[in-house]
């Protein structure tokens, strides 16, 4: 079973700060919170990754409390482009890459 | 770089033929995985490697065969296709440098219709 838990989804519009959280209450100290993005009729493509606190890159914000039970994806300035679906893994290192996904997040940019 | 190559991109089969879902990435990656993904589902693992010669089951692994003779190829063998198996496979790649998660590199998929 997946341990992380997000909305089914958002709906949003261009232009706007998009904020995805996803609950993750029982995630392990070696697991990694990653992020990725999934068109239709397209594999998913890796967004972003974090452990704790703030990661941000050329695409997106990861923001992970202390606590470690949820997590935020924030998306600045979304556009048309940005309509997919969004998961949320907690990725344990050293695993070798077995990845358990959730349904998602099906983002909707509004014009 | 190609990445993450899976052929074929469409296949038909009818129930009972078996067949094989390739799977190659050139980046010299140590993991590879195979999902699938029901419409309107999230992807769910069925089989994964960790190095050549090293296989293990993920989530849903009934039906499906692996075997990893290279670091380069990961093939899904359908050994007697069902209706339940019509959906969208991924194969992916990845590795992990240090104290960190992994970032995984999909292919784009064999979507697969059981008659």
């Given at each position: 079973?997946?341990?992380t838990?997000?909305?089914?989804?958002?709906?949003?519009?261009e232009?706007?700060?998009?904020?995805?959280?996803?609950s993750?209450?029982?995630?392990?100290?070696?697991?990694y919170i990653?992020?990725?993005?999934q068109?239709?009729?397209?594999?998913?493509?890796?967004?972003?990754?974090?452990?704790?606190?703030?990661?941000?890159?050329?695409?997106a914000?990861?923001f992970?409390?202390a606590?470690?039970?949820?997590?935020t994806?924030?998306?600045?300035?979304?556009s048309?482009?940005?309509?997919?679906?969004?998961?949320?893994?907690?990725?344990?290192y050293n695993?070798?890459?077995?990845?358990?996904?959730?349904?998602?997040?099906?983002l909707?940019?509004k014009p | 770089n190609?990445?993450v190559?899976?052929?074929?991109?469409?296949?038909?089969?009818?129930t009972g033929?078996?067949?094989t879902?390739?799977?190659?990435?050139?980046?010299?990656?140590?993991?590879?995985?195979?999902?699938?993904q029901?419409?309107g589902?999230g992807?769910?693992?069925?089989?994964?490697?960790?190095?050549?010669?090293?296989?293990?089951?993920?989530?849903?692994?009934?039906?499906?065969?692996?075997?990893?003779?290279?670091?380069?190829?990961?093939?899904?063998?359908?050994?007697?296709?069902a209706p339940s198996?019509?959906?969208?496979?991924?194969?992916?790649?990845?590795?992990?440098e240090?104290?960190?998660g992994?970032?995984?590199?999909?292919?784009?998929?064999?979507?697969?219709?059981?008659?």
């Amino acid at each position: 079973l997946a341990k992380t838990t997000q909305p089914i989804s958002m709906d949003s519009y261009e232009g706007q700060e998009v904020n995805i959280t996803c609950s993750h209450n029982n995630i392990a100290t070696n697991d990694y919170i990653t992020w990725y993005q999934q068109f239709p009729s397209q594999g998913p493509r890796f967004i972003i990754q974090g452990y704790k606190t703030k990661v941000t890159n050329e695409v997106a914000s990861l923001f992970i409390p202390a606590d470690r039970k949820s997590s935020t994806l924030s998306l600045p300035r979304v556009s048309l482009s940005d309509t997919a679906v969004y998961y949320c893994l907690a990725d344990p290192y050293n695993q070798g890459g077995k990845l358990i996904f959730g349904q998602g997040t099906e983002l909707s940019v509004k014009p | 770089n190609a990445g993450v190559t899976q052929t074929p991109k469409f296949q038909v089969l009818k129930t009972g033929q078996s067949m094989t879902l390739q799977c190659a990435q050139d980046m010299n990656h140590e993991y590879m995985s195979w999902y699938r993904q029901d419409p309107g589902m999230g992807l769910r693992l069925i089989h994964y490697s960790v190095g050549a010669g090293i296989t293990d089951q993920g989530e849903v692994p009934n039906g499906y065969n692996v075997s990893r003779s290279t670091t380069e190829d990961f093939p899904l063998r359908l050994l007697s296709a069902a209706p339940s198996q019509t959906s969208v496979y991924f194969c992916a790649s990845s590795y992990e440098e240090g104290m960190v998660g992994t970032e995984a590199f999909f292919g784009q998929g064999t979507r697969l219709t059981v008659v």
